[in-house]
């Protein structure tokens, strides 16, 4: 048997055919269905692209009895001729011969009519894929996710797989959530814990991406990350995905021009490899969708040193509810003033104060600024932070003792600045972020299959 019988052909293959087909079958979800005299018209989909194929059923068809149970939702299967259709906007549609109906769909499907909201649409994240917006939403993460790998993969990275259950707390934030098979309310010590210790689910693949850059080079890994920060916003997920890539032998500004290639990069394939989507997306979500993305591949990324940015923010007249002062993180309004009416276009904010950030960014010779950056685009802020690593043994050692580490715990880390430190860098970049960068959608939530925020984890 050939991998083609069993892959009978998509929607998406039927649509692009050259010329007439006959004897085709055809599967797929029930749109709508329409009846008149002489035929019945119904519109299926398979999800294999955004549009769907019109099948006409004559009403002197045996199988046009079965129309009245082919409701909105229903799963059908239609042997037919691919035949050019007389109505507008459709190159073909499929004159059916038999029709089967696979799976009933009754009046109680919710998803009867267009034009549900995306909250309403978050409580239904089981049937959601199957509309418009999350379709396109959820091929496009599918396409940029294979275009993650391949920007990488092409510039010779080798992909890592991070574990997911973690002893380490990357980011020193202490929102972690606790992996655990003791008993709640039981006084055993974490010695007696599944892993003769706490541990944790990875807040960030960084540490342990760093030794595999200390052994093969440039690395990435592409994993779920977990934060257990109770930030009810539209930018935060406890469970997201992060694509980190950690490069040995570069520094800030290297880190910095391969962060910017790679939005750059995700951006053109958004513009070259989902253009049915972007039209969509450009129509219903974000007027200014197509317009940005294109801008965005034009315009140099600007670089704005963190002591700049806190001068612009406080000659820019603004008040803004977070007061801006050296030596404290930029809040969103900042980040935002900052792409939005500063530059209008992706900036990247470099050598952040030491004090706001985590123990392994390498300290610059100022003494109070560490070589971190983050990239912030217009509309959400943040999508990409990074650093240049500590590679120097005592300047890590000394960072380490005043963030509270002990070395014990991350002796395999010293271990790394111990036998052959090089100097290295990284970033990490929120796959949702991206996705809602190249999609217009505003709410993570509806970038991720299924949500996790607070409060929130059906399914
Ligand atoms: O800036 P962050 O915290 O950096 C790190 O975790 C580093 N260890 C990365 C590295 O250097 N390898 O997170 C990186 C990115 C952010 O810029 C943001 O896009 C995304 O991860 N992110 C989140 N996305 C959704 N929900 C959250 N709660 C997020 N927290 C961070
Ligand atoms: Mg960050």
Redesign the pocket.
Known sequence: MHLSDLMPETLRQLLASESAVTSITARGWVRTRRDSKACSFLEITDGSCFKGLQVVVDAALPCAELMPRILTGASIEVDGDLVASPAAGQKWELQAREVRLLGEADATYPLQKKGHTPEFLRTISHLRPRTNLFGNVFRVRSRMSFAIHRFFQEQGFFHVHTPVITSSD??GAGELFRVTTLKQGSNAKPEEDFFGRPTYLT??G?LQGETFACALGNIYTFGPTF?A?NSNTA???AE?W?I?PEMAFYDLAADMTLAEANVRYLVKAMLEECPEELEFFNKFVDKDLTARLQHTLTKPFERISYTEAVDLLLKSGRSFEHPVVWGEGLQTEHERYIAEEHVKGPVTIYNYPKAIKPFYMRQNDDGKTVAAMDLLVPGIG??????QREERLDVLRAAMEHHGLSEADYQWYVDLRRYGSVPHA?????F??LLMFVTGVSN?RDVIPFARTPGHAPY
């Open positions: 990357c980011e807040v960030s960084q934060r920060e930018r935060h997920a997201f992060m980190e943040e999508i990409i932070g990074g650093s990284g970033y990490g970049m929120g949702e972020r993570i």
